[in-house]
């Protein structure tokens, strides 16, 4: 959902690949979300994921996600309880994945967002702010993406215009 | 030499120099705009940065997204693809399935395909990317969405090759649609000519390692100058491939007969990037952009080669693998693994008397497909093995072992590194 929200920040660095995020083989065995959760980042930060807590904010310092078109990267952030990306670079497909499957990404200078501080974060504002003030601004993502985010997704998108041609 | 064999796609014009190639095949295959107005009457061109939808004339899906795909129709109630004919499955990943898991999913895959009554091209048919020039998907002005990011090798023969993750697929086969931000252009113009040893990776992974991604983030980058335009279908194809390593949303490379009048950038979007200073060049663990001169890099220890991939699967790639093979023979203690790209191609190496040459001296060559590039089939690299690789990415754990480290080199290299059981210097090329 796209109204303003409080995240925990949780950093990672570098240049992160979608095998990073989930290593192929696992997208080749399971389809269920939940059974990738447990491999997120297991090459790359061994014990990353279990310092994750429900509706925490991904925050990285270089491009995130670039690589292989797989969006069980996105589902497998997303059921590690990740509810939003933050980095000043995004691989192109990653970004798209991540709004079709409703966890907004964001392009943004990340420098002065510590690991474990409280943001809020306003999409529609494009504002960070960290207490009390705003930290970073960011573009406001076009309104095609904040709205398919709130309707819960590109494919119930499809569904209601489906919906709508019978 | 003709790059492009077929005549333009149905649904594409044909390219016209002057103006952005991307720009050119999104205007041909624009559909109403994604916020739900209609087009307007006469709307004949398309600016930066705007959205629209557009329709696509092929739609492909790899084997590693098919039941994840299979799962979103069923959780959202589709039960249809817009037209039968221009989607195509492509079983390429996991050909020899050693996995019980992945039995089952490739199970799941198959009867999914049969129920839609799609184009299913089997596993051993091959790659996709590959088959998706031989079999005409990929033709001067099409638009072509597949399930995975290397199908930006369409650029090669001037298409718009469009990699997607698996809920952007399932909606263009539902809806014969896709949205898409129209890209800014760049071209790189590729001066003088580099030694014959250079391949077509060398000069993209260098430009890569010397400009990093900024430079080609999200952009459509269109290749230029006399080296491109000589490339043969095979080469052209290998550069094309590595499009989504520079962080490009789509490629283009110039060809001899202008069916990919690629070099259309105004002049303040244009990079001049010189041939002359580039080497065969090996990338180390674990990042493509991690380019080494192979002067510096010679003599590290390899103890599994692996000829395949998108980048490097062709007959020109088996050719010059062979021709390197010639008199030699694998270093005992070595896997040297060749998976050819397509059953075309296989057919072709094995008349030409590739697979012979390579056998003999102690390859074993796979069936079609995408072999050993992602860990998804064997054989996987042991822990602590060193690995000479001609695929496109050596991220850690990219061939199903973090432990493994995974270099990246030429089909040359690749051979010379099985035959000494370690990365060759310069001199030891032939």
Redesign the interface.
């Known amino acids: 959902m796209t109204a303003p929200q409080v995240f925990r920040v949780r950093r990672i660095g570098g240049t992160i690949s979608t095998d990073d995020i989930i290593p192929a083989r696992y997208k080749h065995m399971y389809t269920d979300p939940a059974q990738l959760a447990p491999h997120l980042f297991e090459a790359y930060q061994p014990g990353f994921v279990d310092m994750l807590e429900p509706g925490d904010a991904l925050v990285g310092d270089e491009i995130f996600g670039i690589g292989s078109s797989r969006e069980q990267a996105v589902t497998t952030l997303l059921a590690s309880g990740l509810r939003l990306v933050l980095a000043p670079r995004f691989g192109r497909i990653l970004f798209r994945n991540c709004w079709n499957l409703g966890l907004p990404a964001i392009e943004v200078d990340t420098s002065a967002l510590p690991d474990g501080a409280r943001i809020e974060v306003d999409l529609r504002q494009g504002e960070v702010r960290c207490a009390g003030a705003v930290a970073v601004r960011f573009g406001v993502p076009p309104a095609f993406l904040l709205d398919m985010v709130d309707r819960g997704g590109l494919l119930r998108v499809v569904e209601s215009s489906l919906a709508r041609e019978k | 030499m003709s790059r492009t064999r077929l005549p333009a796609a149905s649904g594409g014009s044909p390219l016209r120099a002057g103006s952005p190639l991307v720009d050119q095949i999104i205007t041909s295959h624009l559909s109403d705009p994604?916020?739900g107005s209609t087009l307007a009457a006469g709307g004949s061109s398309v600016a930066v940065g705007q959205?629209v939808t557009v329709r696509p004339d092929h739609v492909y899906v790899q084997?590693?997204?098919a039941?994840?795909i299979?799962?979103?129709y069923a959780?959202?109630?589709?039960d249809s693809v817009f037209d039968p004919a221009r989607v195509s499955f492509v079983f390429d990943?996991?050909v020899l399935v050693a996995?019980v898991?992945?039995a089952d999913?490739m199970k799941e895959a198959d009867a999914f395909a049969s129920r839609l009554g799609v184009d299913v091209q089997s596993r051993g048919r091959g790659i996709s990317h590959v088959i998706a020039a031989e079999l005409g998907w990929f033709t001067a002005g099409s638009l072509v969405l597949g399930?995975?990011?290397h199908?930006c090798v369409g650029g090669a023969f001037g298409s718009l090759g469009l990699?997607?993750?698996?809920?952007?697929i399932?909606?263009a086969m539902?809806?014969g649609t896709t949205?898409l931000r129209v890209p800014e252009t760049v071209t790189v113009e590729l001066t003088g000519a580099p030694h014959r040893s250079v391949r077509p990776r060398d000069v993209l992974l260098t430009m890569l390692n010397r400009l990093g991604?900024?430079p080609f983030?999200?952009r459509s980058v269109e290749f230029a100058g006399d080296w491109a335009r000589a490339l043969s279908s095979d080469s052209a194809a290998s550069l094309a491939s590595l499009g989504?390593?520079l962080?490009a949303?789509c490629v283009f490379i110039a060809d001899a007969d202008g069916l990919v009048p690629a070099g259309t950038a105004p002049q303040a979007q244009r990079i001049t990037f010189d041939l002359e200073s580039v080497e065969p060049v090996v990338s180390v663990p674990h990042?493509p952009a991690n380019t080494r001169p192979l002067s510096e890099v010679a003599g590290t220890r390899i103890d599994y080669v692996f000829l395949g991939s998108c980048t490097n699967s062709r007959l020109e790639d088996l050719a010059e693998a062979a021709q390197a093979m010639v008199g030699h023979r694998v270093r005992e203690g070595v896997q040297f693994v060749v998976t050819p790209g397509s059953i075309g191609v296989y057919r072709d190496a094995v008349r030409s008397g590739y697979v012979e040459t390579l056998m003999e001296a102690g390859a074993v060559v796979t069936p079609p497909g995408c072999g050993s590039c992602?860990?998804?089939q064997g054989p996987l690299p042991a822990r602590g093995d060193n690995v000479l690789s001609t695929m496109n990415?050596n991220?850690?754990?990219?061939m199903?072992n973090?432990a493994a480290n995974i270099y990246l080199a030429s089909p040359t290299v690749a051979a010379m590194a099985s035959v000494l059981g370690a990365i060759p210097a310069p001199q030891e090329l032939p």
């Open positions: 994604p916020d959205l084997d590693g997204n039941p994840t299979a799962k979103l959780e959202h109630g589709f990943h996991s996995d898991e992945m999913r399930s995975d990011s199908t990699g997607m993750g698996a809920s952007d399932t909606a539902v809806t949205w991604q900024e983030l999200y989504v390593e962080g949303k990042l992602v860990g998804t990415r991220f850690r754990g990219r199903g973090p």
